[in-house]
């Protein structure tokens, strides 16, 4: 029973294209996060959401737009894919309410763009 | 600007032998520091730490933290080659709600 789960797990798309990736968690949390993992293995927040809400827009480029329908789910959308892009794209979620929890992490999405 | 500094970067050390990683930030708005193990996927959580001089244990791997010289470090004593990951810290910023990474130590343990 996977507590935080992505897909696609692996992505290898051209530049110039358009690609979603799409995270659900079953944990019940209020907070769901989009981190990216570079090359160097750095682990920088992109944006969250709360209820919904998003809560941190963090410099992210106007080409990716996050979507959350309901407070189980968080998608990522990016549009004209640039080699920059290349990186591990982890979801996680947390419970913040009364006060912040650990975050949980989805397994990783390797997005590879050529 | 929110700035984690952990070292070593990399650790190469034989099993059975006791390590200790580093941890320094510097962050607005500090609520809590996280430890985070990362193998293959996913970082899994070892610890939080919210209070100064209070040490936290689990198994081989302990935790502590100093709030006045900002900085933390994780303890493993006995080391096993499973122990072998990148081993990540992260401050987490009230109000934010959100985790600072360093950019992780990779610790190899030789069997």
């Known amino acids: 029973d996977t507590a935080v789960s992505q897909t696609p797990k692996y992505l290898v798309t051209q530049m110039g294209n358009d690609k979603s990736i799409k995270c659900e968690q079953n944990l019940g949390h209020d907070t769901m996060y989009w981190y990216k993992q570079d090359s160097k293995k750095f682990l920088k927040i992109m944006f969250s959401y709360n209820n919904k809400e998003l809560i941190i827009n963090e410099t992210v480029p106007n080409r990716f737009s996050p979507k959350s329908p309901d407070k189980a789910h968080l998608n990522l959308h990016i549009n004209s894919l640039e080699l920059g892009d290349s990186a591990v794209y982890f979801c996680?979620?947390?419970?913040?309410?009364?006060?912040?929890?650990?975050?949980?992490f989805g397994e990783g999405s390797r997005l590879t763009v050529l | 600007e929110d700035k984690v500094v952990q070292s070593p970067l990399s650790l190469v050390v034989h099993e059975g032998d006791t390590v200790t990683l580093n941890c320094s930030y510097e962050v607005t708005n500090f609520r809590s520091l996280l430890w985070y193990k990362q193998e293959k996927k996913a970082p899994t959580f070892l610890f939080m730490l919210t209070s100064s001089g209070i040490e936290k244990k689990s198994g081989r791997l302990s935790s502590i933290l100093d709030k006045k010289e900002l900085f933390s470090i994780l303890n493993i004593t006995a080391t096993q080659t499973g122990d072998s990951a990148i081993y990540l810290c992260?401050?987490?910023?009230?109000?934010?709600?959100?985790?600072?990474f360093g950019q992780g130590t990779r610790l190899t343990i030789n069997p």
């Open positions: 992260a401050p987490l910023i009230q109000g934010a709600q959100k985790l600072v």
């Open positions: 996680a979620s947390s419970h913040t309410s009364g006060g912040a929890g650990e975050l949980f």
